[in-house]
């Protein structure tokens, strides 16, 4: 059974960067996606950025030039560097893994692993 479990959210001043990090335990298929996701309070979950086994990585246009996704096998640990940020990036912020994703990576629907989650607030 694969156990996600994220750490780094907190409250910055837009202009601020973030480190978000997302501990995986049990199971790893090796050739498995992850992502990262995130969810503002009435609004859908939405796909932030992904990263596969072999490192390709896929962004949101949202995010794109001021995110980093990336992960540390050796670790099995999952970051997103998050740079530049807005008022607009609040929101809980989910790490997310599946073996294998047909179809859009950053369509939450692909992914089965999920963790708890960790609050993101970027204030004006």
């Known amino acids: 059974q694969v156990h996600l479990v994220e750490s780094g959210g907190g409250s910055v001043q837009a202009g601020g960067s973030l480190r978000l990090s997302c501990t995986v335990r049990g199971y790893v298929y090796s050739n498995s996606y992850w992502g990262w996701f995130r969810q503002a309070p009435g609004k859908e979950r939405e796909g932030v950025a992904c990263i596969d086994s072999d490192a390709p990585t896929t962004y949101a246009d949202s995010v794109k030039g001021r995110f980093t996704i990336s992960k540390d096998n050796a670790k099995n640990t999952l970051y997103l560097q998050m740079n530049s940020l807005k008022p607009e990036d609040t929101a809980m912020y989910y790490c997310?893994?599946?073996?294998?994703?047909?179809?859009?990576?950053?369509?939450?629907?692909?992914?089965?692993?999920w963790g708890q989650g960790t609050q993101v607030t970027v204030s004006s």
């Open positions: 997310a893994a599946e073996d294998r994703v047909r179809g859009y990576v950053l369509n939450s629907r692909n992914y089965n692993y």
